[in-house]
């Protein structure tokens, strides 16, 4: 059975950082991509950033390309996103998944690409 597991969320200033994980286990991690998505009050999920099998391509969204980056430790089966000049529109649950291979093709952005999900990790940022 699959498991994710993020961790590393909390609440922070305006203009501060926050590294997320997720721990993956139940098959092996490094034949997938991955991905991270969020969640914010009374909005859809959207998609953050995606990475593929081997961490050589990774993909974002434009609201936070170049403040955020997505990285993977095959070895230690763990995804990471750290999150830098975080904003609060940066606010909300942040869940990582598996991605349906190990290259992650155009449609990264969907939702339905992505097949198991962690429970989540809140991020709250203040202005």
């Known amino acids: 059975q699959v498991q994710l597991v993020e961790s590393g969320g909390g609440l922070v200033q305006a203009g501060g950082s926050l590294r997320l994980s997720c721990a993956a286990s139940?098959?092996?991690?490094?034949?997938?991509?991955m991905g991270w998505f969020r969640q914010a009050p009374g909005k859809e999920r959207e998609f953050v950033a995606a990475i593929n099998w081997s961490g050589s391509s990774t993909y974002y969204a434009d609201s936070v390309r170049g403040r955020f980056t997505i990285s993977r430790d095959n070895a230690k089966n763990t995804v990471y996103l750290q999150m830098n000049s975080l904003k609060p529109e940066d606010t909300a649950i942040y869940y990582c998944?598996?991605?349906?291979?190990?290259?992650?093709?155009?449609?990264?952005?969907?939702?339905?690409?992505?097949?198991?999900w962690g429970q989540g990790t809140q991020v709250t940022v203040s202005s």
């Open positions: 998944a598996t991605y349906l291979g190990a290259y992650v093709s155009s449609l990264y952005r969907r939702s339905s690409k992505y097949d198991y």
């Open positions: 139940g098959r092996t991690f490094s034949n997938y991509g």
